[in-house]
């Protein structure tokens, strides 16, 4: 189920609220939600790509393999979430950035 709208603004609005932390500036903290969103939207997408592929029922996947194959995607996306190789997390972020300037 993916993230409304609204979760990212939320979390907009709850950085503006935050304190600043000893070491840790409000920008980077928005820079990191920005890319855990990212990471989301492609775990998401990911999982969605599992669903539509041909798959035989001759041999029945188990539950463990399930559950590998979803942690398993969980690591590809923070990975490329990481890398910053879509994107998407820079967009968010500057997006965020120019509201919370506002």
Same mark, same amino acid.
């Not at 903290?29 to 035989?56: C, V």
């Given at each position: 189920?993916?993230?409304?709208?609204?979760?990212? !603004?939320?979390?907009?609005?709850?950085?503006?609220?935050?304190?600043? !932390?000893?070491?840790?500036? =409000?920008?980077?903290?928005?820079?990191?939600?920005?890319?855990?969103?990212?990471?989301?939207?492609?775990?998401?997408?990911?999982?969605?790509?599992?669903? !539509?592929?041909? =798959?035989?029922?001759?041999?029945?996947?188990? =539950?463990?393999?399930?559950?590998?194959?979803?942690?398993?995607? =969980?690591?590809?996306?923070?990975?490329?979430?990481?890398?910053?190789?879509?994107?998407?997390?820079?967009?968010?972020?500057?997006?965020?950035?120019?509201?919370?300037?506002?």
């Amino acid at each position: 189920m993916p993230l409304p709208l609204s979760a990212l !603004t939320l979390r907009a609005n709850q950085l503006k609220v935050i304190p600043k !932390t000893k070491g840790v500036s =409000e920008d980077a903290k928005l820079r990191e939600a920005a890319n855990e969103f990212e990471a989301i939207f492609i775990q998401q997408m990911l999982k969605s790509m599992r669903k !539509t592929s041909l =798959e035989s029922d001759l041999l029945p996947k188990s =539950e463990g393999e399930k559950i590998f194959r979803s942690m398993l995607d =969980e690591q590809y996306a923070k990975l490329s979430a990481k890398s910053g190789s879509l994107g998407l997390g820079q967009m968010i972020y500057q997006q965020l950035k120019s509201n919370l300037e506002k």
